[in-house]
T-cell receptor, first 111, second 115 residues
């Protein structure tokens, strides 16, 4: 079992729709959870982090964490073509600073 | 402030040659990470340092790979001898660790092609 699992996609949504990206992790000791966005040919950049169970909203983005289910998700509201990228879920291993990434989900937003 | 700086951006070499990738982290960051990204395996953590000390190198594929951090502003990842399966994009990243929120700041990557 991989430490951080994501559906590789591609996930295709029309412009203006909600995109839902999901991630599961195996280490119950993980404390910090991150979503990074990576455009083709570029390096990953942080979108959001979340530490506590529940929802965290930042503009059009909402991160959701359920530690009991070992599940993290990212919702993108009012999706735009510029949101088309690969979204990487990342988890700090055993509550430390060793950050493990999932394989990423490719998102396409159709104009 | 400049971000994480990596060099070279692109490297094409022949199998068996030595490859050295370089990284300058953001000033003041305590943690430095080396990742490798391929289509098949995604973004894999190779090794990370805290205050110039290697903390976890369990992701280093084999003895052909070595990494050093002689001071707070410089790190190298060396592959000797290189093999075609080492072809990938190698990213260096740095972070503030406990003084921050855990965000990793990535360099632009070094794209390695081994023929």
């Amino acid at each position: 079992q991989k430490e951080v699992e994501q559906n590789s996609g591609p996930l295709s949504v029309p412009e203006g729709a909600i995109a839902s990206l999901n991630c599961t992790y195996s280490d119950r000791g993980s404390q910090s959870f991150f979503w990074y966005r990576q455009y083709s040919g570029k390096s990953p950049e942080l979108i959001m982090f979340i530490y506590s169970n529940g929802d965290k909203e930042d503009g059009r983005f909402t991160a959701q964490l359920n530690k009991a289910s070992q599940y993290v998700s990212l919702l993108i509201r009012d999706s735009q073509p510029s949101d088309s990228a690969t979204y990487l879920c990342a988890v700090d291993h055993t509550g430390g600073f060793k950050t493990i990434f999932g394989a990423g989900t490719r998102l396409f937003v159709k104009a | 402030d400049a971000g994480v700086i990596q060099s070279p951006r692109h490297e094409v070499t022949e199998m068996g040659q030595e490859v050295t990738l370089r990284c300058k982290p953001i000033s003041g960051h305590d943690y430095l990470f080396w990742y490798r990204q391929t289509m098949m395996r995604g973004l894999e953590l190779l090794i990370y340092f805290n205050n110039n000390v290697p903390i976890d190198d369990s992701g280093m594929p084999e003895d052909r790979f070595s990494a050093k951090m002689p001071n707070a502003s410089f790190s190298t990842l060396k592959i000797q001898p290189s093999e075609p399966r080492d072809s990938a994009v190698y990213f260096c990243a740095s972070s503030l660790g406990s003084r921050g929120d855990g965000e990793l700041f990535f360099g632009e990557g070094s794209r390695l092609t081994v023929l």
